[in-house]
């Protein structure tokens, strides 16, 4: 059966940093599109960012250049570095992953199959 796990949630000091972790298990299909989202209360999921297999990376305008998302397929883990953290990146964070290449799937949520139960990033100005 299909886990994934988040870990490295927390509080942060705006304009610093937390590294996000999710542990992927149960997975068999080999080309799955893996992401990271977040979710404000009572809102929808906003895409971040997507790694494919191959390590081709895609994300949203709103954390271009401050966020980095990574996976280590023998580790089978994601990885999201966040710098310059800001109080409206408050929120909880998820892992995802969709058994399609991200050429498919791309940023968004609704795609995404497998989903963990996300880590809470609160960021204080």
């Known amino acids: 059966q299909e886990r994934l796990v988040e870990s490295g949630g927390g509080s942060a000091q705006s304009g610093g940093s937390l590294r996000l972790s999710c542990a992927l298990s149960?997975?068999?299909?080999?080309?799955?599109?893996m992401g990271w989202f977040r979710r404000d209360p009572g809102k929808e999921h906003e895409a971040l960012a997507i790694?494919?297999?191959?390590?081709?990376?895609r994300y949203a305008e709103s954390v271009k250049g401050r966020f980095t998302i990574a996976r280590d397929n023998v580790k089978n883990t994601l990885y999201l570095q966040m710098n310059n953290l800001q109080p409206n990146d408050t929120a909880m964070y998820s892992c995802?992953?969709?058994?399609?290449?991200?050429?498919?799937?791309?940023?968004?949520?609704?795609?995404?199959?497998?989903w963990g139960l996300g880590t809470q990033v609160t960021v204080s100005s």
């Open positions: 790694v494919a297999s191959d390590g081709t990376t």
């Open positions: 149960g997975f068999s299909y080999k080309d799955y599109c």
């Open positions: 995802a992953a969709a058994d399609l290449p991200c050429a498919i799937v791309g940023l968004r949520p609704h795609t995404f199959g497998y």
